[in-house]
C-alpha cells in the first residue's frame, strides 16, 4: 500500500490550500482516510476523517469550519480544502488510511495502517 501526499507549499495567513493523497495497493473504497499533522517540536495530532462511505467527516476542534475533507473513492484519491489558513496551521501533514474505524477512534493515529510521507504546509503572519 502507498500514499502520496501532494499540494503543500507556503502561503499567507489567511489563505487557502488544497492537500491531495493519492492512494494504491488495496481498495480504497473499504478504508477510513485521515489527516494528521505535525509541527516542530510538538507531537503528531490529528486533524480530519472521513468513513469508507464519504458520509461521515470528523475534525479536530481547532480546524472545524475551516477546513474540509473529502474523498473521491473512483480516483483513490482524499483531499483537504484548508480555508482561512493561520500560522498556526504550519506544520508537516500526513495522509493515512485505516480500517472501517468508528467515529470515536478516527482521532487515534494508532488506529491507522498507513502513512504517507508528508507534505510541508507553511503559514507566514
Known amino acids: 500500500v502507498q500514499l502520496q501526499a501532494s499540494g503543500g507549499g507556503l502561503v499567507q495567513a489567511g489563505g487557502s490550500l488544497r492537500l491531495s493523497c493519492a492512494t494504491s495497493g488495496r481498495t480504497f473504497s473499504r478504508y477510513t482516510m485521515g489527516w494528521f499533522r505535525q509541527a516542530p517540536g510538538k507531537e503528531r495530532e490529528f486533524v480530519a476523517a472521513?468513513?469508507?462511505?464519504?458520509?461521515?467527516?470528523y475534525y479536530a476542534d481547532s480546524v472545524k469550519g475551516r477546513f474540509t475533507i473529502s474523498r473521491d473513492n473512483a480516483k483513490y484519491t482524499v483531499y483537504l480544502q484548508m480555508n482561512s489558513l493561520k500560522a498556526e496551521d504550519t506544520a508537516v501533514y500526513y495522509c493515512?488510511?485505516?480500517?472501517?474505524?468508528?467515529?470515536?477512534?478516527?482521532?487515534?493515529?494508532?488506529?491507522?495502517?498507513?502513512w504517507g510521507q508528508g507534505t510541508q504546509v507553511t503559514v507566514s503572519s
Open positions: 493515512a488510511q485505516g480500517g472501517r474505524l468508528i467515529m470515536s477512534t478516527m482521532w487515534r493515529a494508532s488506529e491507522y495502517d498507513y
Open positions: 472521513i468513513r469508507w462511505t464519504g458520509g461521515s467527516t
